[in-house]
C-alpha cells in the first residue's frame, strides 16, 4: 500500500556539520553527498554558501559531482546571502535554494526587534530573489513550532504566491509536542488555500528526544518532505535520525508511505558519517547501534532463538547490519551459553550444560561479558574433567 512518495532532504552536510568537531573539508563533503546519493537521498543540503569561503566552494563542487539528487544551498533572507547561494549552485543538474527568517515572536522581537508585518514583506521578498537564480525555491519559517499557526498561515500562503515550491515548518528548538506538531500541519493545509502549490516539509530537532516523533506524525498531517541527517547528528541535541523515519515508514507500511532510500545501505553510511564526522554512535542508537540487534537478556535471548520475531522487527540484513548477536552476561540463560558453545564447535548435552552454566555465572559475576575465548577455556577444562573421570572409571 504505498501510495505517497515522502521525500528524504538530508542536511547532515550543513546542520550535522554544526555539531562541534564535526567540521568537514571539501573531499570529505564530497564524499559524503556522493554516498548520500547512492543511499537514495532526494535532497542534499551541501552547506551554507555565504558562511565561509570554503563552504562556497564545497557546496560548489558538490553541485558539480551530483547527478541525480537536488542539491541544495542555504540562505538567510538576505540578498547577498541568496546571490552566494545561487553562484555556488550554479553549476547542479537541480539546484534549491534554501531560504528564510524567523517567525515566532520571539525571534521577531528579540532577534529581528520588527514587527509581524515587516518580517511578511522580508519573506516574501527572499523568495522573489531566491527566483531570480532557481526555480525550485524551498522557504524556511525558522521557530514555526512556537509561531502563532494564524500568523503562520498568511506567510506561508505569501511565500507560495511569491514562488516558494516547498515550505519548511522546523521545530527549531524540538519543543512541540507530536500532537502539537501534527496539527500544526494540518492547520496549515486546512487553512492555506494555494497549499496544493507547495510541499510542506518537516525539520524538528531533538531537544526533547520528540524529532521522530513529530517528523511522523508531520507527514501523517500532509507533509510531502522529512529533513534529517545520518545518525541525527545536529545542533544542539540533534536532528531527526534519517535511518529512523525511513524505518518507521518502511515498518508501518499501513500508513501507505515511501520514500527511496536503499535501507541495506544504512549501517554502512552511519558508519561512513561517524569515521568521517568523528562523532562515535550511541550504542543503543536506533537502527544503527551497535546494540541495536544484541540481545543479553536470558529471557530475550530464549525467545529469540526459537524465533527471531519474538524480539526484532527488523531483520539486520535490510539495514545492513552485521548480524544478531547473542551477547553473554550474568543475565543470560542455559538456552544461549549452548547457543554460544555450539558457535565455537562444541555441542554439549543438557547435562553438560547445566554443569558449565554454573562456572559460566562465577565467570560472568567477574565479567561485564563472556567472550569466545573464555567458552573455549571452560569448554575445555569441561572435557578434560571428563576424560579424567572417565580414565579413573575403567581404572
Known amino acids: 500500500m504505498q501510495t505517497k512518495k515522502i521525500n528524504i532532504f538530508d542536511t547532515t552536510l550543513r546542520d550535522g556539520e554544526q555539531v562541534p568537531g564535526c567540521k568537514l573539508n571539501t573531499k570529505e563533503k564530497i564524499q559524503l553527498a556522493l554516498a548520500l546519493e547512492e543511499l537514495g537521498v532526494d535532497i542534499i543540503e551541501a552547506g551554507f554558501p555565504i558562511s565561509s569561503p570554503g563552504d562556497f566552494t564545497s557546496v560548489e563542487e558538490i553541485a558539480k559531482v551530483i547527478k541525480h539528487s537536488t542539491v541544495c544551498g542555504l540562505s538567510r533572507a538576505v540578498e547577498k546571502d541568496i546571490q552566494a547561494a545561487g553562484e555556488a549552485l550554479k553549476f547542479a543538474k537541480r539546484p534549491r535554494i534554501h531560504t528564510g527568517i524567523g517567525t515566532s515572536d520571539t525571534h521577531i522581537k528579540a532577534k529581528f526587534k520588527a514587527s509581524r508585518e515587516e518580517i511578511l514583506g522580508r519573506a516574501i521578498q527572499a523568495v522573489k530573489w531566491a527566483k531570480a537564480y532557481v526555480d525550485d525555491v524551498e522557504f524556511y519559517a525558522e521557530d514555526a513550532g512556537r509561531t502563532d499557526n494564524e500568523y503562520l498561515a498568511r506567510v506561508?500562503?505569501?511565500?507560495?504566491?511569491?514562488?516558494?515550491?516547498?515550505?519548511?515548518?522546523?521545530?527549531?528548538?524540538?519543543?512541540?509536542?507530536?500532537?502539537q506538531y501534527g496539527e500544526k500541519i494540518a492547520y496549515l493545509v486546512n487553512n492555506v488555500p494555494n497549499i496544493d502549490k507547495a510541499t510542506i516539509s518537516c525539520h524538528c530537532h531533538n531537544d526533547l528526544g520528540l524529532a521522530t516523533a513529530n517528523s511522523i506524525t508531520g507527514v501523517i498531517a500532509g507533509a510531502g518532505q522529512i529533513e534529517c541527517t545520518i545518525n541525527g547528528l545536529g545542533e544542539r541535541a540533534g536532528n531527526t535520525s534519517l535511518e529512523e523515519v525511513v524505518m518507521v515508514m518502511k515498518q508501518h507500511a499501513y500508513l501507505g508511505f515511501y520514500t527511496n532510500i536503499k535501507t541495506q545501505k544504512l549501517n554502512p553510511i552511519s558508519r561512513l558519517v561517524s569515521e568521517t564526522m568523528r562523532m562515535p554512535v550511541q550504542p543503543n542508537k536506533a537502527i544503527v547501534g551497535s546494540n541495536a540487534f544484541a540481545h543479553s537478556s536470558g529471557i530475550h535471548q530464549d525467545g529469540f532463538l526459537k524465533d527471531n520475531s519474538t524480539y526484532e522487527i527488523i531483520k539486520p540484513e535490510d539495514v545492513?547490519?552485521?548480524?544478531?548477536?547473542?551477547?553473554?552476561?550474568?543475565?543470560?540463560?542455559?538456552?544461549?551459553?549452548?547457543?554460544?558453545?555450539?558457535?565455537?564447535?562444541?555441542?554439549?548435552?543438557?547435562?553438560?550444560?547445566?554443569?558449565?552454566?554454573?562456572?559460566?555465572?562465577?565467570?560472568?559475576?567477574?565479567?561485564?561479558?563472556?567472550?569466545?575465548?573464555?567458552?573455549?577455556?571452560?569448554?575445555n577444562e569441561h572435557l578434560a574433567a571428563n576424560r579424567k573421570e572417565e580414565k579413573a572409571h575403567i581404572l
Not at 170 to 176: H, I, K
Not at 340 to 361: A, H, P, V, W
Request: proline share 2%.
Open 156 to 179: 506561508i500562503e505569501a511565500v507560495i504566491k511569491a514562488g516558494a515550491t516547498v515550505v519548511n515548518i522546523p521545530d527549531t528548538t524540538g519543543y512541540c509536542l507530536p500532537h
Open 320 to 379: 545492513g547490519a552485521d548480524g544478531s548477536k547473542i551477547v553473554l552476561t550474568a543475565r543470560s540463560g542455559r538456552s544461549a551459553l549452548a547457543h554460544r558453545f555450539q558457535k565455537i564447535g562444541f555441542s554439549f548435552t543438557r547435562n553438560d550444560i547445566d554443569i558449565l552454566y554454573q562456572q559460566f555465572l562465577i565467570v560472568a559475576d567477574r565479567k561485564k561479558e563472556v567472550k569466545d575465548e573464555d567458552l573455549q577455556e571452560m569448554a
